[in-house]
């Protein structure tokens, strides 16, 4: 069955140093996302991704953050200058529509991203 | 501001009860309601997607119900299982911002023996 991977599963790094976080989403799938969440607290939604550009973005999204498809098949976030607030799970998720309301949302396993 | 708030936060159940979660939303325009199943530490998986008109949608030993009127929804698991241990998130997808997941922080069910 198809799913969608990210790398690294574990990324440590420090403080003000720059990380790219590496998603493949299913194969036929048309839109992109990341999502965080933060020890203990709900997942949070970053940003959505169609077309090669940005589809939305919530309020966490800002300047540190940018999304990329370099290829045919990656998927990246890349957080520039981390904070130690930036430590979380960070979740890829593809689906195949948008449009359609029941397009199924599907997760990859995440990247724990711990900042030192 | 679109919210979605989930109770119990937390709830413990004896393997072979049933339980039933809820979810409160104010998020608007309505487009779809999720619930998510999350193990720790792993990406949620999708168990049921409803839109405006459904009422009811089972996915094996879980059931959801969605109240539009009153923009509730519930999630009840049947004859728990010991798998069933994880966090169960509700999510609503607003017609104004089809790619914006709206997530409310989940209830943390333990199943025990």
């Known amino acids: 069955e198809p799913e969608v991977t990210q790398t690294p599963s574990h990324q440590v790094t420090q403080m003000g140093q720059e990380v790219i976080l590496r998603c493949v989403p299913i194969s036929n799938h048309l839109y992109f996302y990341w999502y965080r969440q933060i020890l203990g607290q709900k997942v949070e939604f970053l940003v959505s991704f169609y077309n090669n550009e940005i589809s939305e973005k919530s309020e966490i999204f800002d300047d540190q953050f940018s999304v990329e498809r370099p290829d045919g098949s990656n998927f990246t976030l890349k957080i520039r200058s981390t904070k130690l607030e930036d430590s979380a799970m960070y979740f890829c998720?593809?689906?195949?529509?948008?449009?359609?309301?029941?397009?199924?949302?599907?997760f990859g396993p995440g990247t724990r991203l711990t900042v030192t | 501001k679109n919210q979605v708030e989930q109770s119990p936060q937390s709830l413990i159940i004896l393997e072979g009860k049933n339980c039933t979660l809820q979810c409160n939303y104010t998020v608007s325009p309505f487009s779809n309601l999720r619930w998510y199943k999350q193990d720790t530490g792993r990406g949620p998986v999708s168990l049921t997607i409803?839109?405006?008109?459904?009422n009811t949608k089972s996915n094996g030993r879980y059931t959801a119900t969605l109240d539009a009127d009153t923009k509730q929804s519930s999630l009840h698991i049947t004859a728990s299982q010991l798998s069933d241990s994880a966090s169960y998130i509700c999510?609503?997808?607003?017609?104004?911002?089809?790619?914006?997941?709206?997530f409310g922080a989940g209830t943390q069910v333990v199943v025990t023996p």
């Open positions: 409803m839109t405006f008109s459904e």
């Open positions: 999510v609503v997808i607003s017609t104004d911002s089809w790619g914006k997941f709206q």
């Open positions: 998720a593809s689906s195949a529509a948008l449009r359609d309301s029941v397009n199924e949302q599907y």
